[in-house]
């Protein structure tokens, strides 16, 4: 195989029930770090435990490795991730569409949500845990709008939005290398380069959008993200640091 990272294992499975259920089970019997693709998914389940259907054609896997940081910094693994997404999406689409990257987790294509990056730990705490980040790309479909959430944003694919057919297995390799190289890029020299890189791609960065959890609601101007991932956002009453939310716009 070329143009694969090296050391990085690849599981490819012809049906799974999900992704990050499958690098849970794998967790204590491998050392380094693994990509798991499966062609159908069969419980799949995407943030706050949401279900997640993958139509025939799309992308899904999990990377799961041992985050080189302390487990409070695991979680900008998922900036890593979006822009490693970013990047293999944008090799195989180039000026054929628009992308961006969605606050926290999303990827969009020409303003619908294309792919989406769920992280989860595993094991015990401390350092060595093994973190499992799961993507999904709609590559080939979009999932049926009555499967959505009413206030869900609007997915749309890859081929639907550009013409463009691109299989599974062709987008891992690309995938797999952006995220090698951006996560030594972390690991190295911390968040910041990362954080620069992320702005620059962000979606309705110095728009007002507005953040939802299950408690509160808050509207303001997307001024930047901090050190440690939060959205920061200009409100009426000031600056307010998000560090987890729904984000609409």
């Known amino acids: 195989m070329t143009d694969w990272p090296e050391g990085v294992a690849r599981h490819v499975l012809a049906r799974v029930d999900s992704t990050m259920a499958e690098a849970a089970r794998l967790a204590p019997r491998i050392a380094g770090p693994a990509w798991i693709q499966a062609r159908v998914q069969t419980a799949a389940r995407g943030r706050r435990g949401r279900d997640w259907k993958m139509p025939e054609g ?12 302390e487990l409070t910094q695991a979680a900008l693994y998922s900036f890593v991730a979006a822009l490693a997404l970013d990047e293999a999406l944008s090799r ?16 969009l294509l020409n303003g619908g949500k294309v792919a989406g990056i769920l992280l989860e730990s595993i094991g015990a705490g401390g350092p060595l845990s093994h973190l499992a980040i799961g993507i999904g790309v709609n590559l080939a479909e979009a999932p049926p709008a009555a499967q959505l959430e009413a206030s869900a944003m609007a997915p749309v694919s ?24 951006l996560a030594r890029q972390f690991e190295t020299y911390g968040f910041a380069p990362i954080r620069t890189a992320w702005l620059a791609r962000a979606a309705r960065l110095g728009e007002t959008v507005v953040a939802r959890t299950t408690t509160q609601t808050t509207e303001g101007v997307f001024e930047t993200i901090d050190d440690t991932g939060a959205m920061i956002l200009r409100t009426a009453h000031g600056p307010r640091a998000i560090a987890a939310a729904d984000v609409f716009f």
Request: glycine share 8%; net charge negative.
């Open 158 to 181: 890859v081929a639907g939005e550009t013409g463009l057919t691109i299989t599974p297995d062709e987008f891992l390799p690309p995938l797999a290398m952006a995220f090698d190289r």
């Open 92 to 107: 195989f689409i180039g000026p054929a569409g628009r992308l961006s990257i969605k606050w926290p987790n999303d990827v």
């Open 58 to 69: 799309n992308f899904a896997a999990t990377l799961l490795f041992h985050p080189k940081c």
